[in-house]
Nanobody, 125 residues
């Protein structure tokens, strides 16, 4: 059984940085998957943040986080990170780690098969 779990959320002030971690267990080998981060703010739909595919080395970011967030990881350790810099109040959301079995970093949300429970990030102004 494949499981993914996020950690690292917290309460920070605008302009601060935070690093989220996603760890996969079970039969999920990162190199065979595209892994991504999504987020859901209160009262809003879940939205894509960033994705990475270790086979191709490709990354993909939403326009709202490009230049501030960096996705990375260690496929040998089945661990993925999201370094978030210059956080703003509009980044406040529950952040989810997810994975799907393909090479497409631009894959839409319905293609993601495995989801974590989420970690809360709150940015105060």
């Amino acid at each position: 059984q494949v499981q993914v779990a996020e950690s690292g959320g917290g309460l920070v002030q605008a302009g601060d940085s935070l690093k989220l971690t996603c760890v996969a267990s079970g039969r999920l080998t990162f190199r065979s998957y595209t892994m991504g981060w999504f987020r859901q703010a209160p009262g809003k739909e879940r939205e894509f943040v960033a994705a990475i595919n270790w086979s191709s080395g490709s990354t993909y970011y939403s326009d709202s986080v490009k230049g501030r967030f960096t996705i990375s990881g260690d496929d040998a350790e089945s661990t993925m990170y999201l370094q978030m810099n210059n956080l703003q109040p509009e980044d406040t959301a529950v952040y989810y780690c997810a994975g799907h079995y393909s090479d497409y970093v631009t894959a839409p949300e319905p293609m993601y098969d495995y989801w974590g429970q989420g970690t809360q990030v709150t940015v105060s102004s």
